[in-house]
């Protein structure tokens, strides 16, 4: 079983629609989560992240965490063509520099959900 | 003005020989990644180096060895190719002080492919 969940669609939708990009997760060593975005033939670039449970708002973009379910999702309101991507949910056990070991900085991504918006 | 770079962007090449990928980054991150994604789109990573240290091994054959020079380059080295070998190779780099380790920077991927 992996570590981390995530649906790999692919997940169709008409421009102007609410997206819902879900994760869950079985460590609860994880504390950091964050969102990246990886759109064809581009690295992931790096959209939100969140640290306690609850949301976070940026812009179109919504995060929200819950801890006690283990379980991540990001919202797209008012999705956009160009909103078409790979979208992939990625968790940290610790962010602090002294804190963490061999396991700082260690990503653990999701499988990515492809997502297309379609005009 | 490129952040992370890679070179090459594309590396086809039979079974058995040995390549190099580089990576460079201009952000003055002092810590760097190598992450493999295979043809399902997972992403996984392999090593990181912090300040020319190596801090993240995971289980890799040891076909692969990654060589730090200095803070700004981070090297992947693949000996013996396999066809398993064949995936999309991303460098990425942060801050390890910065806020968020999780804030890593990726460059735009090296598809290998192996034959």
């Known amino acids: 079983q992996k570590e981390v969940e995530q649906d790999p669609g692919p997940l169709s939708v008409p421009e102007g629609a609410i997206v819902s990009l879900n994760c869950t997760y079985s460590n609860s060593a994880f504390q950091y989560f964050m969102w990246y975005r990886q759109y064809s033939r581009k690295g992931p670039e790096l959209l939100m992240y969140?640290?306690?449970?609850g949301n976070k708002e940026d812009g179109r973009f919504t995060a929200q965490v819950d801890k006690s379910s283990k379980y991540i999702s990001l919202f797209i309101r008012d999705s956009q063509p160009s909103d078409s991507a790979t979208y992939l949910c990625?968790?940290?056990?610790?962010?602090?520099?002294?804190?963490?070991?061999?396991?700082?900085?260690?990503?653990?991504f999701g499988q990515g959900t492809i997502l297309t918006v379609h005009p | 003005d490129t952040a992370v770079s890679q070179t090459p962007k594309y590396l086809v090449t039979q079974m058995g020989n040995d390549k190099s990928i580089k990576c460079e980054q201009n952000l003055g991150h002092d810590t760097m990644y190598w992450y493999k994604q295979d043809s399902k789109k997972f992403l996984k990573i392999m090593f990181s180096?912090?300040?020319?240290?190596?801090?993240i091994n995971e289980t890799v054959p040891n076909r692969f060895s990654p060589k730090s020079p200095d803070k700004a380059h981070l090297n992947l080295h693949i000996n013996s190719l396999e066809l398993g070998d064949s995936a999309v190779y991303f460098c990425?780099?942060?801050?390890?002080?910065?806020?968020?380790?999780?804030?890593?920077?990726f460059g735009p991927g090296t598809r290998l492919t192996v034959t």
């Open positions: 180096y912090n300040n020319k240290e190596l801090i």
């Open positions: 990425a780099s942060s801050q390890r002080g910065g806020q968020v380790a999780g804030e890593q920077y």
């Open positions: 990625a968790m940290i056990r610790s962010s602090l520099p002294n804190a963490g070991g061999t396991s700082y900085g260690k990503l653990t």
């Open positions: 969140t640290y306690s449970s």
